[in-house]
């Protein structure tokens, strides 16, 4: 019966022979002598001692091994199998009705049947081995797969949140960069129209009283003249810096944007990347199956598996090179962003030091 079994597996796995190999045994009509009907009694005596060992005999590890096998396919297969079952027992069933021959012509349709049984339980066991190692790449190749499709994603929500970060973070700096520069700006107008008033008026004082003021009071009011116009000599050469660090900060903006664009474009490469990566693993997973189902050899799938191996560790190099520029641009943004935040203080804080310097 296992080798019906072995024998009807064959000829599913190979469409060509799907026919079954069995023998159609026709009553003879023979001489009823004593010899005859001994054979007929023995002949009787083996199929029931047959049929008892095929009920009776436990499960083997090779059937073990192939159940499991067939449970791993599909519903549809195993309806398959269980119909080819069913068939080979009402053949069986059909064999054991039929009366048997003389057993002088069993002896070499046994042999000839027994040898094409056993090359196709050989063949069987290849194919077992071979779907076995298939099997065991596929789901390995699956779990990796999940690992990698995880990671893509948290490095994906990673680098989305950094950069929605990095956007706030530029905008308000920009926004308290613009506000600071403003008050500056109002701060030292009002500071030199105040000067220029208080100037005016210490000169229309002078100016009336200038008959009456002696020489040392002469020599105080020009070099005030003097320390005034430098004064506004140097308001206007703070005031070209100023435009200088507006123009430095339009600068930096423009090269955050450019820095922006750049993630952009690393993140669209990201992207293609991931795209790639899930092309080539679908390739190399149809690859593996393919070769469970052709039944390839050893060297050959370990081959395909130290290659798939390698491809995914190039695809995690790659991975951790585009994380570090990531990490690299931000850090930028940071130091060019804190630079021009800390430009218009300088500047302010070195004109309010001089302006005082002056009055005093």
Same mark, same amino acid.
């Given at each position: 019966?296992?080798?019906?079994?072995?024998?009807? !597996? !064959?000829?599913?796995?190979?469409?060509?022979?799907?026919?079954?190999?069995?023998?159609?045994?026709?009553?003879?009509?023979?001489?009823?002598?004593?010899? #005859?009907? *001994?054979?007929?009694?023995?002949?009787? /005596?083996?199929?029931?001692?047959?049929?008892?060992?095929?009920?009776?005999?436990?499960?083997?590890?090779?059937?073990?091994?192939?159940?499991?096998?067939? !449970? +791993?396919?599909?519903? /549809?297969?195993?309806?398959?199998?269980?119909?080819?079952?069913?068939? $080979?027992?009402?053949?069986?069933?059909?064999?054991?009705?039929?009366?048997? %021959?003389?057993?002088?012509?069993?002896?070499?349709?046994?042999?000839?049947? *027994?040898?094409?049984?056993?090359?196709?339980?050989?063949?069987?066991?290849?194919?077992?081995?071979?779907?076995?190692?298939?099997?065991?790449?596929?789901?390995?190749?699956?779990?990796?797969?999940?690992?990698?499709?995880?990671?893509?994603?948290?490095?994906? %929500?990673?680098?989305?949140?950094? $950069?929605?970060?990095?956007?706030? &973070?530029?905008?308000?700096?920009?926004?308290?960069?613009? &506000?600071?520069?403003?008050?500056?700006?109002?701060?030292?107008?009002?500071?030199? =129209?105040?000067?220029?008033?208080?100037?005016?008026?210490?000169?229309?004082?002078?100016?009336?009283?200038?008959?009456?003021?002696?020489?040392?009071?002469?020599?105080?009011?020009? #070099?005030?003249?003097?320390?005034?116009?430098?004064? !506004?000599?140097?308001?206007?050469?703070?005031?070209?810096?100023?435009?200088?660090?507006?123009?430095?900060?339009?600068?930096?903006?423009?090269?955050?944007?450019?820095?922006?664009?750049?993630?952009?474009?690393?993140?669209?490469?990201?992207?293609?990347?991931?795209?790639?990566?899930?092309?080539?693993?679908?390739? $190399?997973?149809?690859?593996?199956?393919?070769? /469970?189902? @052709?039944?390839?050899? @050893?060297?050959?799938?370990? +081959?395909?598996?130290?290659?798939?191996?390698?491809?995914?560790?190039?695809?995690? *190099?790659?991975?951790?090179?585009?994380? %570090?520029?990531?990490?690299?641009? =931000?850090?930028?943004?940071?130091?060019?962003?804190?630079?021009?935040?800390?430009?218009?203080?300088?500047?302010?804080?070195?004109?309010?030091?001089?302006?005082?310097?002056?009055?005093?």
């Amino acid at each position: 019966r296992l080798r019906s079994q072995s024998e009807a !597996s !064959s000829a599913t796995a190979n469409p060509a022979h799907s026919k079954f190999d069995y023998v159609e045994l026709s009553p003879v009509a023979t001489p009823s002598t004593p010899a #005859s009907a *001994n054979q007929r009694e023995s002949g009787e /005596g083996q199929v029931r001692e047959h049929s008892q060992w095929q009920e009776e005999r436990p499960c083997d590890d090779a059937h073990n091994q192939w159940e499991a096998v067939l !449970s +791993r396919k599909g519903a /549809g297969q195993l309806s398959e199998q269980r119909r080819i079952e069913e068939e $080979i027992e009402r053949k069986w069933a059909e064999f054991e009705r039929l009366p048997l %021959k003389e057993t002088r012509s069993l002896p070499l349709m046994g042999s000839s049947a *027994n040898q094409a049984l056993e090359r196709e339980v050989v063949c069987l066991r290849q194919q077992q081995r071979g779907a076995l190692r298939g099997a065991c790449c596929g789901e390995v190749l699956q779990k990796m797969e999940r690992v990698h499709r995880v990671a893509l994603e948290e490095l994906e %929500k990673q680098h989305t949140q950094q $950069i929605r970060a990095l956007e706030r &973070d530029r905008d308000a700096l920009l926004q308290e960069d613009s &506000d600071t520069t403003a008050r500056v700006m109002e701060a030292l107008q009002k500071a030199h =129209r105040e000067e220029l008033e208080k100037t005016t008026q210490l000169g229309d004082a002078h100016g009336k009283d200038s008959h009456m003021l002696d020489k040392p009071q002469q020599v105080e009011l020009a #070099s005030l003249r003097r320390e005034l116009a430098s004064l !506004s000599e140097r308001y206007s050469q703070k005031c070209v810096e100023l435009n200088r660090a507006q123009q430095h900060s339009l600068d930096t903006d423009r090269l955050m944007s450019q820095k922006d664009m750049q993630m952009e474009q690393l993140k669209r490469d990201n992207q293609d990347l991931q795209a790639r990566l899930s092309e080539e693993v679908k390739v $190399i997973r149809s690859l593996v199956t393919g070769q /469970g189902s @052709d039944g390839l050899t @050893d060297s050959s799938t370990e +081959r395909s598996w130290c290659e798939t191996q390698v491809l995914l560790r190039v695809r995690e *190099n790659e991975l951790q090179y585009l994380h %570090k520029q990531l990490n690299s641009l =931000r850090n930028q943004l940071y130091f060019l962003t804190t630079v021009t935040h800390l430009l218009p203080v300088c500047v302010c804080v070195l004109c309010a030091t001089k302006t005082k310097r002056a009055l005093l």
